[in-house]
């Protein structure tokens, strides 16, 4: 089989698990550790003390990092061969999922944001995954001396909203009313994904201009000051880069090939009356919750084969679909702290990981498109928006007011929901009536065997009423 035909595959869901080293505080309170890591044997034990007997549970990963590992451990170890499988045409997704304050942020983005790249274009050893996925993607295009684009989006997901983090100044620094107001639609792009209408797209040409787009997008998050972390996120982040990279076949024809790697960095998993989130916050921490309950479901359901996936109950689920259950080859970080004050949502954590590894994927390499074909959708693309601009200057668009156009929109989504539903029955509805038809078949079948035994004992019997008849006679 070729290679490609082997990476086309189901493959699951790879999840690895972080445990970060013992905080500050936890070392001030001397507070008990109860998760241990064997990194070589890729297993974590939870030791917990129940009626006084001690229990151990042991889980096994993908890979596993104690607190000793560096971050450029983890990244060689596990994400390199991620970066190259989008250097060579696939989307890829990797997202930190884990408690607030376990190193979800250290993990994905590190230390160097304000940093950047040290001399000699080193990165500092605290630097993530995001800028060394970044690093390496530039070295590898440099390297590979071809022509090349690079461009990236950053948005936040909060309170089920999406708002770009890469908009311009004028529009981030609104009071936040306005800024929800400018939430970005999520819609469906007619080819089975979903695209964030008006979403910023930089191009970009070399790392440390990545580096001060994730810098001045981080800066935008919003945070919420919790009990148990000050700078604890509230909101879901995606930072996205695609790569458009020029080949030529041996006849002379060129090609662009596409990869995307997709950068996730959850919301803390957390109980919500735990982490000291109050009234205020209520929808806040209630929205961070669907998100992430609706995760959850589309675990369980692809987990449990399902035949109803509710990617469409959440925002993160409908931005995530391809990668759970689809055509994205996905890693998970699962992130924990060894202390005992985070036993029950290391736990719980550790649960929630451990089934994710259960998700098959089908990773397909995106199709090479041919420059001509690229350029034509390119200026297919510019007359549509210029067609755009056009409408909303001179107003001869079609104008609709903004209660009457969100009606229509709960009506779309409902009537989608309805139809989504339907399929499920009519596919429900059809799996019985061919069991009710091969029923009705093997019973058609009994009852002419039957009817065949029931003629020839007839004819038995026949024969045998003659035959007395005939010896009565004869008698
Ligand atoms: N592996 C690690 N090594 C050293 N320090 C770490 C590690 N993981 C996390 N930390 C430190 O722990 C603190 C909390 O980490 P971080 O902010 O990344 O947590 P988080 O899970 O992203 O939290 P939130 O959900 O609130 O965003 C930070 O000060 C970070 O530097």
């Given at each position: 089989?070729?290679?490609?035909?082997d990476?086309?595959?189901?493959?699951?869901?790879?999840?690895?698990?972080?445990?970060?080293p013992?905080?500050?505080?936890e070392?001030?309170?001397?507070?008990?550790?109860?998760?241990?890591?064997?990194?070589?044997?890729?297993?974590?034990?939870?030791?917990?003390?129940?009626?006084?007997?001690?229990?151990?549970?042991?889980?096994?990963?993908?890979?596993?990092?104690?607190?000793?590992?560096?971050?450029?451990?983890?990244?060689?170890?596990?994400?390199?061969?991620?970066?190259n499988?989008?250097?060579?045409?696939?989307?890829?997704?990797?997202?930190?999922?884990?408690?607030?304050?376990?190193?979800?942020?250290?993990?994905?983005?590190?230390?160097?944001?304000?940093?950047?790249?040290?001399?000699?274009?080193?990165?500092?050893?605290?630097?993530?995954?995001?800028?060394?996925?970044?690093?390496?993607?530039?070295?590898?295009?440099?390297?590979?001396?071809?022509?090349?684009?690079?461009?990236?989006?950053?948005?936040?997901?909060?309170?089920?909203?999406?708002?770009?983090?890469?908009?311009?100044?004028?529009?981030?620094?609104?009071?936040?009313?306005?800024r929800?107001?400018?939430a970005?639609?999520?819609?469906?792009?007619?080819?089975?994904?979903?695209?964030?209408?008006?979403?910023?797209?930089?191009?970009?040409?070399?790392?440390?201009?990545?580096?001060?787009?994730?810098?001045?997008?981080?800066?935008?998050?919003?945070?919420?000051?919790?009990?148990?972390?000050?700078?604890?996120?509230?909101?879901?982040?995606?930072?996205?880069?695609t790569?458009?990279?020029?080949?030529?076949?041996?006849?002379?024809?060129?090609?662009?090939?596409?990869?995307?790697?997709?950068?996730?960095?959850?919301?803390?998993?957390?109980n919500?009356?735990?982490?000291?989130?109050?009234?205020?916050?209520?929808?806040?921490?209630?929205?961070?919750?669907?998100?992430l309950?609706?995760?959850?479901?589309?675990?369980?359901?692809l987990?449990?084969?399902?035949?109803?996936?509710?990617?469409?109950?959440?925002?993160?689920?409908?931005?995530?679909?391809?990668?759970?259950?689809?055509?994205?080859?996905?890693?998970?970080?699962?992130?924990?702290?060894?202390?005992?004050?985070?036993?029950?949502?290391?736990?719980?954590?550790?649960?929630?990981?451990?089934?994710?590894?259960?998700?098959?994927?089908?990773?397909?390499?995106?199709?090479?498109?041919?420059?001509?074909?690229?350029?034509?959708?390119?200026y297919?693309?510019?007359?549509?928006?210029?067609?755009?601009?056009?409408?909303?200057?001179?107003?001869?668009?079609?104008?609709?007011?903004?209660?009457?156009?969100?009606a229509?929109?709960?009506?779309?989504?409902?009537?989608?929901?309805?139809i989504?539903?339907?399929?499920?029955?009519?596919?429900?509805?059809?799996?019985?009536?061919?069991?009710?038809?091969?029923?009705?078949?093997?019973?058609?079948?009994?009852?002419?065997?039957?009817?065949?035994?029931?003629?020839?004992?007839?004819?038995?019997n026949?024969?045998?009423?003659?035959?007395?008849?005939?010896?009565?006679?004869?008698?």
């Amino acid at each position: 089989m070729s290679s490609r035909a082997d990476k086309e595959k189901a493959v699951n869901v790879q999840v690895l698990l972080r445990c970060r080293p013992f905080s500050d505080e936890e070392l001030r309170s001397n507070a008990p550790q109860v998760v241990t890591c064997n990194d070589y044997q890729r297993e974590v034990a939870v030791t917990q003390t129940i009626a006084a007997k001690q229990i151990d549970r042991v889980f096994t990963f993908d890979k596993v990092f104690g607190p000793t590992a560096r971050q450029r451990d983890l990244y060689d170890q596990a994400i390199i061969p991620i970066v190259n499988e989008v250097l060579e045409g696939f989307n890829c997704t990797i997202f930190a999922y884990g408690q607030t304050g376990t190193g979800k942020t250290y993990t994905m983005e590190g230390e160097c944001r304000r940093a950047k790249s040290g001399p000699d274009g080193q990165l500092p050893s605290d630097a993530g995954v995001i800028p060394r996925a970044v690093k390496q993607i530039f070295d590898t295009l440099e390297r590979q001396n071809t022509e090349y684009s690079v461009k990236v989006t950053f948005l936040e997901l909060y309170n089920e909203e999406i708002t770009d983090l890469l908009a311009p100044e004028e529009i981030s620094k609104v009071a936040l009313e306005e800024r929800q107001k400018k939430a970005l639609p999520l819609m469906e792009d007619g080819k089975g994904g979903v695209l964030v209408r008006g979403l910023e797209e930089e191009i970009v040409t070399n790392c440390n201009e990545i580096f001060s787009l994730l810098e001045r997008g981080s800066a935008k998050r919003r945070t919420a000051e919790t009990l148990l972390n000050k700078q604890s996120s509230r909101s879901h982040s995606l930072f996205s880069i695609t790569i458009h990279i020029k080949e030529a076949t041996p006849e002379g024809e060129e090609l662009i090939k596409c990869g995307k790697l997709n950068l996730v960095d959850l919301a803390g998993s957390e109980n919500i009356s735990r982490s000291g989130a109050r009234e205020g916050r209520a929808r806040e921490a209630g929205e961070i919750n669907k998100s992430l309950l609706t995760l959850g479901r589309v675990i369980t359901a692809l987990v449990e084969h399902l035949g109803h996936v509710p990617y469409r109950d959440s925002k993160l689920t409908r931005l995530l679909r391809d990668s759970l259950g689809g055509r994205t080859k996905t890693c998970i970080i699962a992130t924990v702290s060894p202390s005992v004050h985070c036993l029950e949502e290391t736990l719980s954590t550790l649960d929630y990981a451990h089934r994710a590894k259960s998700i098959k994927n089908r990773p397909e390499v995106n199709q090479k498109m041919m420059k001509s074909t690229l350029i034509k959708d390119l200026y297919g693309e510019i007359d549509r928006l210029k067609a755009e601009v056009y409408a909303a200057r001179e107003k001869v668009g079609v104008y609709i007011p903004k209660d009457r156009y969100q009606a229509e929109e709960n009506e779309r989504k409902g009537m989608a929901d309805q139809i989504e539903q339907m399929t499920v029955s009519l596919e429900t509805n059809q799996k019985q009536i061919s069991d009710l038809q091969e029923k009705y078949d093997s019973e058609l079948q009994h009852s002419a065997e039957l009817r065949k035994k029931l003629e020839a004992t007839e004819v038995n019997n026949i024969f045998l009423i003659s035959y007395d008849h005939f010896m009565f006679f004869m008698l």
